[in-house]
Nanobody, 126 residues
């Protein structure tokens, strides 16, 4: 069973910084795509940033130049460094793992599932 556990959310003043991390566990062999999404109250979940196993990144226009996504393939962990935070960045942030391969009984298996973390609250307010 693949699980994602996020950490690092909290309350920060406008202009401040926060760092999120998300660790995947559960007999993982590899993960192709890792990403961060967010959902503000009354709004749909939206993409924040993604990173492939080859370290190709994409960002939402609203966070370009302020947020940086990175990953540690050996630790199956994805990070999100958030700088120059704005009140409109307030949301629950979720990490996502897609195209996940597990190693079970010596066999590499494609799970076929997209996995989500439980979410971590980020609040930007003075």
């Amino acid at each position: 069973q693949v699980q994602l556990v996020e950490s690092g959310g909290g309350l920060v003043q406008p202009g401040g910084s926060l760092s999120l991390s998300c660790a995947a566990s559960g007999s993982i062999f590899s993960i192709k795509d890792l990403g961060w999404y967010r959902q503000a109250p009354g709004k749909q979940r939206e993409l924040v940033a993604t990173i492939t196993s080859g370290l190709i990144t994409t960002y939402a226009d609203s966070v370009k130049g302020r947020f940086t996504i990175s990953r540690d393939n050996a630790k199956h962990t994805v990070y999100l460094q958030m700088n120059s935070l704005k009140p409109e960045d307030t949301a629950v942030y979720y990490c996502n793992a897609d195209q996940v391969y597990t190693l079970v009984d010596g066999n590499v298996r494609f799970t076929g599932y997209s996995y989500w973390g439980q979410g971590t609250q980020v609040t930007v307010s003075s």
